[in-house]
């Protein structure tokens, strides 16, 4: 008669979500001074929150990533990141050090997820030039762009970024590329999504409150 052998049944655990909202410290304060922050940015540096949240690495690994954001969005954006690492949606790099960090520390891809940033709204390609004339929502600390290279930004058929050229056909998914359930997170909270735009600029990598 043939015995089965019992054997312990392995069940990996996986670290739980964790998201903590507090006030900028002083060292980020001085260094968002000057380059990406000013007198005469709609927000003061009192009115933004450093968001920390569990996300999911491209190497398949969990990683803390921390966001500039309006104190206003802090709370429903941790329940965004929430749905998100449910979805186990990976994001490249999104440490303050990649976005706000000297040039030469970044990251060489370039896939850096952002945040607030005190700039003009960008031109469409169709249009050219550097700016708008408006503020961005990224100036209101009420933006957050994934996944640049993945999620790129197009007028016209065009990217000026060379490596999301062939992201520009949204047909067919891949790896760190915003699905509907992403943009359903997003929507939970209110926010809008650049892919959703009308006319021939889309901003896939953006979401903001107010969709634009």
């Known amino acids: 008669m043939l015995r089965l052998l019992a054997l312990p049944l392995v069940v990996l655990a996986i670290a739980p979500y964790d998201s903590t909202i507090r006030p900028l410290p002083a060292p980020l304060e001085a260094n968002l001074e000057g380059r990406f922050w000013r007198p005469g940015c709609p927000v003061p540096l009192s009115q933004l929150r450093l968001l920390t949240v569990s996300h999911w690495g491209f190497d398949g690994r969990v990683h803390e990533g921390q966001l500039v954001v309006n104190r206003d969005v802090a709370a429903p954006l941790a329940k965004v990141f929430r749905r998100l690492y449910a979805l186990r949606f990976p994001i490249r790099h999104m440490r303050l050090d990649d976005m706000y960090g000297p040039k030469r ?108």
């Not at 004339?133 to 762009?145: F, L, R």
């Not at 994934?146 to 067919?172: K, M």
């Open 105 to 212: 520390a970044r990251p060489a891809d370039g896939d850096i997820s952002g945040s607030f940033h005190c700039r003009q709204a960008v031109p469409s390609p169709c249009i050219g030039g550097t700016g708008s004339g408006s503020w961005s929502n990224h100036a209101y600390g009420n933006a957050v762009d994934l996944n640049p290279v993945e999620n790129p930004y197009v007028g016209c058929g065009r990217t000026r970024d060379r490596a999301g050229a062939r992201y520009l056909d949204r047909s067919r998914l891949r790896k760190g590329m915003v699905t509907p359930a992403v943009v359903r997170a997003f929507r939970s909270i209110g926010w809008g999504w650049g892919g959703e735009w009308t006319g021939r600029t889309k901003d896939y990598m953006h979401f903001s409150t107010t969709g634009h």
